[in-house]
């Protein structure tokens, strides 16, 4: 594990395998709740790459991991934490990279692609149509996520995918006032996803209730191509097709 200091003073961790590898590294960012050992290195992903002869690097994203986590909404919300894959492309002096972001990484992956020129290919994985239409109704959902978060019982928690959340958050034993945090900032704004210029993999489990209706996010980014899979939310991450199509469309 490394760390740098990004322009507001939160420590970002993150972790590399196969540095020695040519070509352009890979650069993974996980979603919600999770950090990269749970999204990307148990299931397999790190391991598919690397035997694929990729350079590969994974992020906690702040408030999550080993990164740091602020209790203050200011230092939240997924485009700060864009701004946090460009500095740490700026730390290494990578001149190109691949970038593949999962659930909320999807929309940090977005949101940095928009403006960025050096990513070259963008996998989105884990996020649908919904994508298209941020607004007031991400708002009330995010109070309501907030509070499941910082609920004092979560049996108190009567909705299932806010439970399932807090139920996540206590297994690793989550900040979940930085969780909170976070959830008060999720992003609420249009994402110009015409300007993205970076070949695009859309990759939705068949069965993810967080990626209805993928076409429609596939059909809003030139250009980009669509693949579904096996598995929801939460099993895509494990399966080998999955695993597959990001290896070969960054191949």
């Known amino acids: 594990m490394a760390r740098f200091t990004s322009s507001d003073g939160v420590d970002i961790y993150y972790q590399q395998w196969g540095a020695r590898q040519p070509g352009p590294p890979v650069i993974l960012q996980h979603g919600y709740v999770a950090n990269a050992r749970l999204n990307w290195v148990m299931p397999g992903i790190v391991r598919a790459l690397t035997r694929a002869g990729r350079r590969v690097i994974a992020l906690d994203a702040r408030g999550h991991g080993r990164s740091g986590k602020p209790h203050e909404s200011s230092f939240y919300g997924e485009s700060r934490m864009a701004l946090d894959i460009i500095a740490l492309m700026d730390e290494l002096g990578l001149d190109e990279v691949d970038l593949v972001g999962y659930s909320m990484g999807a929309t940090v992956a977005l949101l940095t692609a928009v403006g960025e020129k050096r990513i070259r290919r963008l996998v989105i994985g884990g996020i649908g149509g919904s994508t298209l239409d941020l607004g ?32 996540f958050a206590d297994l690793i034993w989550a900040d979940r006032k930085a969780l909170a ?71």
């Open 136 to 167: 007031s109704n991400r708002a009330r959902g995010s109070k309501a996520l907030a509070s499941a978060m910082l609920a004092r019982r979560r049996s108190s928690i009567r909705h299932p995918i806010l439970a399932g959340f807090r139920l």
């Open 181 to 251: 945090a976070q959830a008060l900032a999720f992003h609420r704004q249009r994402i110009p996803l015409e300007r993205i210029t970076a070949s695009t993999l859309v990759l939705a489990g068949r069965d993810d209730s967080f990626a209805t209706s993928p076409q429609r996010l596939h059909a809003a980014i030139p250009g980009s191509e669509l693949v579904i899979t096996r598995g929801n939310h939460s099993t895509a991450l494990w399966k080998p097709a999955f695993h597959s199509a990001i290896v070969d469309f960054l191949a």
